[in-house]
């Protein structure tokens, strides 16, 4: 099954200057749907704005907007007439939340409760969430299916199982509402233009961030967190799925609204896990370089493995993954250049 064409939308793309949501935008464009980004920087800038014109050929609407002003967000959506949201503004570093918490849970939960509100004033009752995998805590299955149970392990994780508890809650209140969360496992790569990168403010934590700086050189090495764990090579395993494919899965979800109500959930993943050192060496050949890395002790709070278990997307949402780390690590190398 492929997802079906879904006829045109005004979609309200919270967070849609950041790295996954610029690249939504992109296939929002592209699908024919109208879009209306807000996003207040706090962690990206107007560059991915002009980026997603230039990759697409295509405007959108940007409003510079904080997602927790209740009042601008009614008023984005009467006045754009807005059918559908696709929430993705958040904070999302995990350690900066442990720190912080109070921040993550005003910003997270306080802005979907205010988004959520806002669109029962404007009568708008279609939406999907960016949930995470983080949602699974320490996973007993892998791959995991949307079944598993649930728990967190740090703030940030936290705010994803609280507002997928709220969706869930919120769509049993009014059968109007139709809400998707879905559940990205590791998100990496970039448009294969090159023209939209992954541009934090701040320093990177992740991974592929880390692989590639060691790539460039901008740091000596990377250090790899443990090589002790119960995986192919003893380093830590992650489904990193590709965020053009990424992108495809929120098309799908959004087209999948129409015909449903309630809460659902689905994994977007590419169902099959690479290591830490796979990744290292996946880049390695798409930059030509050679990527120097140390091992050392194990990073708190890091599972084993995360991978996915895709199917119930491809069944209900006639989506799946296609696209591995090495095309990942050639648009992210490519990316990276011309940044
Ligand atoms: P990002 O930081 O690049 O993008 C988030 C965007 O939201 C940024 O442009 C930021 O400026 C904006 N934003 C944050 N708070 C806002 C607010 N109150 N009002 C308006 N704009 C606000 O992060 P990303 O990696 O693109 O993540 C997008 C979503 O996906 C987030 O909800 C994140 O939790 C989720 N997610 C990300 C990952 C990942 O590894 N990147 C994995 C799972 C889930
Ligand atoms: C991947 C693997 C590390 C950095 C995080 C969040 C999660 C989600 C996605 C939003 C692990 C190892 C990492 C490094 C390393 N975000 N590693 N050296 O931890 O799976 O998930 O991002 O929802 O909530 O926790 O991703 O890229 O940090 O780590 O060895 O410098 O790489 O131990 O095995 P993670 P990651």
Redesign the pocket.
């Known amino acids: 099954m492929s997802p079906k064409s879904s006829p045109s939308q005004r979609v309200l793309l919270?967070?849609g200057?950041?790295?996954?949501?610029s690249h939504v935008a992109v296939d929002l464009l592209n699908a024919g749907h109208e879009v209306v980004v807000?996003?207040?920087?706090?962690?990206?800038s107007s560059d991915s704005i002009a980026a997603i014109e230039g990759a697409t050929g295509k405007s959108l609407t940007f409003i510079e907007?904080?997602?927790?002003d209740r009042a601008k967000m009614v008023d984005v959506l009467t006045g754009h007439d807005i059918s559908a949201v696709i929430h993705?503004?958040?904070?999302?570093a995990v350690g900066e939340s442990v720190e912080k918490p109070l921040s993550y849970y005003a910003?997270n939960i306080g802005?979907l409760v205010t988004l959520l509100d806002a669109m029962a004033e404007a009568e708008v009752w279609h939406f999907v969430f960016?949930?995470?995998a983080t949602v699974y805590g320490d996973a007993k299955e892998v791959p995991i299916p949307e079944s598993a149970p649930l728990s967190a392990t740090n703030p940030y994780g936290q705010t994803k199982l609280m507002a997928e508890q709220i969706l869930r809650d919120t769509a049993i209140s009014d059968d109007r509402w139709s809400i998707l969360a879905l559940r990205?496992f590791?998100?990496v790569g970039a448009h294969p233009s090159g023209q939209i990168s992954e541009a934090?403010k701040g320093k990177p934590n992740?991974l592929m961030p880390s692989v590639m700086a060691a790539a460039k050189g901008d740091i000596d090495k990377v250090l790899v967190f443990g090589n002790d764990y119960d995986t192919v090579d003893g380093t830590g395993v992650r489904d990193y799925i590709h965020v053009m494919d990424l992108a495809s899965g929120h098309v799908a979800a959004l087209g999948s609204l129409v015909d449903r109500s309630g809460f659902d959930a689905y994994n977007l993943g590419l169902g099959s896990g690479v290591s830490v050192l796979e990744l290292i060496a996946a880049a390695e050949r798409a930059s030509g370089r050679t990527i120097a890395y140390d091992i050392v002790d194990r990073r708190p709070g890091d599972v084993a493995a995360s991978v996915a278990d895709p199917s119930r997307a491809l069944d209900e949402l006639g989506w799946s993954a296609k696209l591995g780390v090495d095309q990942a690590c050639e648009d992210t190398w490519r990316s990276q250049k011309i940044a």
């Open positions: 919270t967070g200057a950041g790295y996954i949501g807000v996003d207040n920087f706090v962690n990206s907007a904080d997602v927790t993705m503004a958040a904070l999302k910003n802005g960016s949930s995470s990205y590791n998100p934090p992740n």
